[in-house]
């Protein structure tokens, strides 16, 4: 194994509820109240579609795609939510500085430091909307590849906290069996002050609508011993993966963080260019106009 290459679970997909438009001559974030499935591919009209989606819109008829049945890769919750505080330098992607609200990895001037992440409303080296939390749930969307994922990328807290809550309230539940659990992501939408009233869409991850939780968790332990009885290791899947994210110092490579950038980070341009004095590489990562937003 490559020591410093992050070994990440296999992508084939993205499912994602908004899209990257271009405007004037400008390419802008542009919110969405649905589930759009993509390939890996991006065009100048933004990612292709995966024959997924199409097929998936078919069974609701026309109506918006708001629920996608999935299972997960893993029995760790950990595994399947990627979750961290994370600045991306804003023009080249390179991810400066990721931390848990204890600890961080930080780009310094005398390298890769381990230090104290405080959160970003108390960082000085990541406030002013540069740092964020950065969310990747990997799921699994039908069986044409068993070990290939689909991920959802977000920055939202409430996407992050309630996929967090639900994975970890599913693995205890069923006994550890998150891998062999059926589920579905379900989009939903509330209202907030800080909204000003206007709806905002978030994930979930609930049981299948046509599943109780008895039926369920029975599934899922019948199926988990039917795979142990066929030689079939989640365990050591799980631990491969552990090592593999492990593996580099950032689980992020800087492509991934351009893409991060332009589709969740607003126009920066205007903020408070005073922050730029309170750390190394700030005056940088203001300097780029990238739009972007969840």
């Not at 001559?25 to 109240?33: A, F, H, N, Y």
């Not at 100048?44 to 026309?62: I, K, N, Y």
């Not at 807290?157 to 550890?176: D, E, M």
């Not at 142990?228 to 963080?257: C, M």
């Amino acid at each position: 194994m490559i020591k410093g290459l992050a070994i990440t679970p296999p992508v084939i997909g993205r499912i994602s509820i908004g899209r990257v438009v271009e405007k004037n001559g400008k390419r802008l974030p542009e919110k969405d109240d649905q589930f759009t499935i993509t390939t890996q591919i991006q065009t100048r009209d933004g990612w292709l579609p995966h024959p997924l989606d199409e097929a998936l819109r078919q069974e609701v008829q026309g109506k918006k795609l708001r629920s996608i049945p999935v299972t997960l890769p893993f029995n760790d919750p950990d595994l399947n939510l990627r979750a961290e505080y994370t600045f991306f330098e804003r023009k080249s992607g390179r991810p400066l500085c990721a931390g848990n609200g204890e600890t961080c990895r930080r780009h310094t001037e005398n390298g890769l430091e381990s230090l104290p992440c405080p959160s970003p409303d108390l960082c000085d080296y990541g406030n002013h909307g540069l740092c964020k939390p950065y969310g990747r749930l990997y799921v699994q969307i039908g069986n044409d590849d068993e070990l290939g994922c689909f991920v959802f990328r977000t920055t939202g807290y409430n996407s992050i906290r309630t996929l967090t809550a639900r994975l970890r309230y599913f693995h205890a539940i069923s006994g550890g069996n998150l891998a062999t659990l059926p589920l579905e992501l379900k989009l939903r939408g509330k209202s907030t002050t800080q909204s000003h009233r206007a709806p905002i869409y978030y994930v979930d991850l609930t049981l299948r609508a046509e599943q109780s939780m008895k039926e369920a968790v029975t599934h899922a332990r019948e199926e988990a011993q039917a795979q142990v009885n066929l030689g079939i290791n989640q365990a050591e899947l799980d631990n491969v993966a552990q090592a593999g994210l492990l593996n580099a110092r950032f689980e992020y490579s800087e492509d991934e963080g351009l893409q991060v950038t332009e589709e969740f980070y607003r126009n920066e341009a205007n903020q408070d260019t005073s922050a730029s004095k309170q750390s190394p590489g700030l005056k940088e990562a203001l300097s780029a106009k990238v739009s972007g937003g969840e």
